[in-house]
């Protein structure tokens, strides 16, 4: 049996493994020329990084050890900041307690977080955060972050609030014993090169073609064109955007990106012990910062910081909207017997690495 798989990212290079180890001979076509996607690790001035943070969220030992057994993984908690312009102070995110009780406009917030309906029944993003924290907290964190980071008018567009206010929207507690006794939730490769041996051991069997841009693809045929030559298969698995793969068959969807901007500061670190990246939801065109060796553990007398800036000059974000997830449901549910789509751009869903594995993992349920 044969199977062609487009994409070499996370998704890709898993469903590589899992399927030559099921004695399938798979063809691998990535469009750049290296494996992973936004986990690839890149260096800059002797420094690792990816293009955004790319540690894993160790929820499901089964996926910890999977990498762990290719990549040794080594442990930590996940600690970032945000930067309230207004109060001129860094504060620890998600919202919490400790850091209301610093903020010079307290007892106004205390009024609105007494005010709250005791349910949230929201019918878009705004009001569940506002119903959630109140409006003082909602423009300070949220608002102005999530209107430039995804290019909009008003959060109100965003009919599920879910996916932004998880769990409890304002945390309590001792955050220095957390972070000391808690347990780690977050893994990251010990090796400089991060991910990458990993996505090399994923397609050792595997033929893979890098660096080529797909020309066509025929899903009734199950073949795809590459530089003139036809490639066929039994199966095809597809990574790439569900638009592209489809020919913009039902319409574009649509996408957010981001532009990366490595800097190196002549200091050993920049943030605080422990912490990892800061959020900043001002008026500022970067949404986030991230130093690197806090994430990778690389030691040098030097260090990283990587800025990120909305753009459309990737597809990395879909947009949850409901006219474009329907759109995208249209697109799955006519793809061909025989074709399959995954991953973050394949299903049109922000999948996390650990969700990207599950994600193969049911497909290959499905399809054995």
């Known amino acids: 049996m044969k199977a062609i798989i487009l994409g070499g990212g996370v998704s890709g290079c898993v469903a590589a493994r899992e399927l030559t180890q ?36 160790v929820i499901n030992d089964r996926i910890f050890n999977y990498i762990n057994d290719i990549v040794p993984m080594r442990l930590f908690h996940l600690y970032l900041d945000t930067y309230i312009e207004q ?35 929201a019918k878009n993003l705004e009001d569940g955060w506002l119903n959630a924290v109140g409006p003082t907290l909602y423009e300070k964190y949220v608002k102005t972050y999530t209107e430039k980071m995804w290019e909009i008018e008003s959060n109100k567009v965003f009919e599920d609030y879910a996916w932004t206010v998880k769990g409890r929207p304002i945390q309590k507690g001792d955050r220095t014993v957390e ?3 808690g347990k780690p939730d977050h893994a990251y490769p010990i090796e400089e090169t991060g991910y990458n041996r990993f996505f090399e051991y994923c397609v050792k069997d595997t033929k893979v073609i890098l660096g080529k841009e797909i020309e066509k693809v025929n899903l009734k045929k199950k073949a795809v064109y590459l530089e003139g030559e036809e490639f066929c298969a039994d199966i095809i698995i597809s990574t790439i955007a569900l638009d592209d793969l489809m020919g913009n068959e039902f319409g574009k969807l649509r996408y957010m990106g981001r532009d990366f901007y490595p800097i190196v500061f002549p200091v050993e670190h920049l943030f605080k012990d422990g912490h990892h990246f800061i959020h900043y939801p001002n008026c500022e065109k970067y949404t986030r910062i991230v130093e690197y060796k806090n994430i990778t553990g690389h030691v040098s007398k030097d260090s990283l910081v990587v800025m990120e800036i909305p753009s ?21 549910n006519s793809l061909p017997d025989g074709i399959y789509s995954i ?22 349920e499905r399809i054995f």
């Open 22 to 57: 099921r004695n399938f001979e798979v063809t691998l076509i990535e469009k750049n020329n290296y494996l992973g996607g936004g986990c690839h690790t890149f260096f800059w001035g002797g420094h690792p990084y990816t293009e955004g943070p790319r540690p894993l969220h």
């Open 87 to 121: 109060d001129r102070s860094f504060y620890s995110f998600p919202i919490h307690w400790d850091d209301i009780q610093q903020m010079p406009d307290k007892e106004k917030i205390l009024k609105e977080l007494d005010d709250l309906p005791e349910h949230n029944d």
């Open 343 to 364: 991953g973050r751009l394949g299903t049109y869903r922000y999948l996390n690495i650990g969700q990207c594995f599950e994600n193969v993992w049911e497909l290959m």
């Open 312 to 332: 459309h000059s990737n597809k990395l974000y879909p947009y949850k909207i409901k006219s474009e997830t329907e759109k995208a449901e249209k697109y799955i």
């Open 179 to 181: 972070l000391a006794t």
